[in-house]
C-alpha cells in the first residue's frame, strides 16, 4: 500500500484545522459532565452531520428542543386557558386559532424590510417578544378586563412570531449546503417534535 506523506501546509490541513477549532471551541463551553456523551453523539451522528456545520447544527438544536419546550408547556394550553378558564367567546376563540394564519400573510412585507440587513436580530428579537409576552399571563387574567387582554395576548405572540419567518429561512441557507439542508433540518424538527411531546405529557399530568 503506497504511503503519503501529510503536509501541515497543505489546503486540506488548513480547512481540517478550520472544521476544528469551532468544534473543540464548542465542546470546551460545554460542562465537563457533558463532555462524555456529546462526544459519543458526535461520533453516532458523524455519519449523517459533518464537521464542517456540525456547531452550527447544535445551536440550531438546542434553539429546536427549547421551543419544543415551549410549545408544549405554554401554547399547548394557551387555548385550554382562554377557553375553559376565562371563558372567551366563540369569536374571540375563533380569531386567536387564525392568529399564526395571519401573521403569515405578512410574510411577503417582512422579508422586504429586512433586505440588506442582518437577518439574525429580526429572529432572536421577534422570538424574544412574542415568547417572553406569556411571562405577563399571571399579571394580565387578573380583572374584569382578564380575558380579553389574554386573548389579545395570545393573538398578538404568534403575529410577532411570524416576522422571524424569513429571517430564518435565510440563516437556514447560510449555515447548511444545499445539499444537506433538508436533512438537518429534519433532525432538528425530530428533536423539537419530542420536547413538545414530552413537555406536553409532563405539563398536562401537573395541571
Known sequence: MPVTDFNPDSPEAEAGLK????????????????????GWLRSQL???????VWANWCWDT?????????????WTF???LARGSLHASKFQMAVATAAPA?????????????????KLPFVTITWFISRGLFLLTPFIVRGGMGREMFVSLIVTAPILFSVSTPAYTAIMK??????????L?????????ASMLITA???GHLQ
Open 19 to 38: 472544521t476544528e477549532q469551532p468544534l473543540r471551541s464548542l465542546r470546551d463551553r460545554l460542562p465537563a459532565p457533558m463532555r462524555g456523551p456529546a
Open 185 to 193: 433540518m429534519s433532525l432538528v424538527r425530530v428533536g423539537a417534535a
Open 102 to 118: 395571519v401573521g403569515y400573510l405578512f410574510a411577503t412585507l417582512w422579508a422586504r424590510q429586512m433586505e440588506g440587513r442582518s
Open 201 to 203: 405529557r409532563i405539563m
Open 78 to 80: 394557551a387555548l385550554q
Open 46 to 52: 458523524g455519519r449523517v452531520i459533518p464537521d464542517a
Open 62 to 74: 438546542l434553539a429546536g428542543i427549547s421551543a419544543g419546550i415551549y410549545q408544549g408547556a405554554v
Open 174 to 183: 447560510d449555515i447548511y449546503p444545499d445539499n444537506l439542508r433538508g436533512r
